[in-house]
């Protein structure tokens, strides 16, 4: 098993999810739903996202082409 499989999976709570993407939980859960976003997992009685996945969707927004008003 090389080292990398070792460390633990970073996970984030809900505020953090929030601070990290500038996203409200209602956002957060209705793109969960339509499943463009990562999708929460439950530990315990908390819900956590792996960080990982959080920032792989942070990256691909940041690749997707911004909104333009068209010029009519």
Do not use: C
Not at 44 to 50: D, F
């Amino acid at each position: 098993m090389a080292a990398a499989e070792m460390i633990p999976e970073v996970q984030l709570r809900l505020e953090q999810v929030e601070s990290q993407t500038g996203m409200k939980k209602s956002y957060i859960y209705r793109e969960m739903a339509k499943g463009t976003f990562p999708l929460a997992h439950k530990v315990g009685s908390g819900t956590r996202w792996y960080q990982s996945d959080v920032q792989r969707w942070i990256n691909s927004q940041s690749r997707a082409p911004r909104w333009q008003p068209s010029l009519v």
